[in-house]
């Protein structure tokens, strides 16, 4: 069975971090691309991170040098650490994968399967 399963979101204060996990069972996240999306109320999902079959990397250029997205081959996991955090990125993260790179990776449309999403707060 095709699953993702996201944790680690909370509420934080503006300037703080927090490490979203992705648990992806199904594929083998060395052969398959994750995305990390993230939509808050009102707004549309979007595309924050990308990490390709071969770990390469490609984030929104307003969580550049704040967010790390990583895997645990082992592990079969993908994780977003986020740093210096700030109010407008609060939204429901969510994992994505997508079995075939598209250079279009910021778009929902690309992606296979989806997490249930977790939260995260930031307060200032």
């Known amino acids: 069975q095709d699953q993702l399963v996201e944790s680690g979101g909370g509420s934080v204060q503006d300037g703080g971090s927090l490490r979203l996990s992705c648990v992806v069972s199904g594929y083998t996240i060395s052969s398959i691309c994750i995305g990390w999306f993230r939509q808050a109320p009102g707004r549309e999902r979007e595309g924050v991170a990308l990490i390709d079959s071969v770990g390469r990397t490609t984030y929104r250029g307003s969580v550049q040098g704040r967010f790390t997205i990583s895997r645990d081959s082992a592990k079969n996991t993908v994780f977003l650490q986020m740093d210096s955090l700030k109010p407008e990125d609060t939204a429901m993260y969510y994992c994505?994968?997508?079995?075939?790179?598209?250079?279009?990776?910021?778009?929902?449309?690309?992606?296979?399967?989806w997490g249930q999403g977790t939260q995260v707060t930031v307060s200032s």
């Open positions: 994505a994968a997508a079995i075939f790179y598209s250079r279009e990776w910021r778009l929902e449309q690309e992606y296979n399967y």
